[in-house]
Every structure is written in structure tokens, then in C-alpha cells.
């Protein structure tokens, strides 16, 4: 007879592994909700070229929120995500021009200096939309808010 006590259960459920989704698995479901219109609709992303089978880089753009420099704009990013996605958080990059502390003078985003980046949780990770949507949020910071923005229709490359 063998005897397993309590325990031993609770130790045996802790060393279990988790269930790891594979990067492209999680990648398609994110196109199937972009493509289906399921994001929220102040963004938009899909695949930035038809012929990427890794599902690596997506062309994305944030509609500017009220009340900011962008307001009503039509901002444009790549995003990129690597070989550790989703466990890593994507890259990010604007297209057009933008006044965000967040961003350099070459549009790309310091992830220390964006929320939804910098606390990326490898357990339980984010996704495109949810960076988008923490971006749309930095224009709508106080001192965000304030500053001045490029001319409608600049881009950095």
C-alpha cells in the first residue's frame, strides 16, 4: 500500500511544468482578432508583408486620442516580435513623426520609459493590442498631453 500525504500532492503540483503556447500559436490568434475586427477600435495591426510565414513584423496604427497633439491622427508603428515573443516584449517603432518622451529621434520606443513594456510579465505577458493601447495611453499623459506635435503627415523614414 502506498501512502501519499497531502504534501507530497502540494510538491508534486509545484514541480509540474507549465503549459508553454509555441510563439506562433499565439501570433496566428492575434492576426485572426485583428483580421476579424475584434481589436479595440482606436487601433488597427496585421501582418506588415503578406509573405511572412515567422509572423514576426506588423504594421499598426493608433488613432491620436482627444484632447492631445495627435487627436484624430492616424499614427503609424512596426512592431516587431522576436524569436522570445511573447515571453519578450515586441519592439516597437513610429513611422510618423511624434513628440512622446517615450520615443527617440529615430521613432523608436524606450521600453523602460512605457508601462505595458517595462512591466511585461513573462507568466502572464501582453500582446500587440495591449502595447498599442499603453501607447495611445502615453499621449494622454499630463505632460504628455501639453506638447507640441510634428506636422500631420511626418515621418522618420
Known sequence: RIEIQIEDLTTMAAQQEKIVVPRNF???????RAEKGKTHMTISMGLARGDDVTLSDWQCTILGPDGTGVENRILSL???CGPDYPREPPSVCFQS??????VDNKG??????????RLWNREQ?????SVLQGLRKE????????KQQPADGQTYF
Open 26 to 32: 499565439y501570433l496566428l490568434d492575434e492576426l485572426e
Open 125 to 129: 505577458p501582453g500582446n500587440i493590442e
Open 108 to 117: 523608436q520606443v524606450d521600453p523602460r520609459k512605457v508601462n505595458v513594456l
Open 139 to 146: 499621449f494622454m499623459a499630463p505632460a504628455e498631453k501639453k
Open 78 to 80: 512596426l512592431v516587431s
Open 97 to 102: 513623426r511624434v513628440n512622446l518622451s517615450c
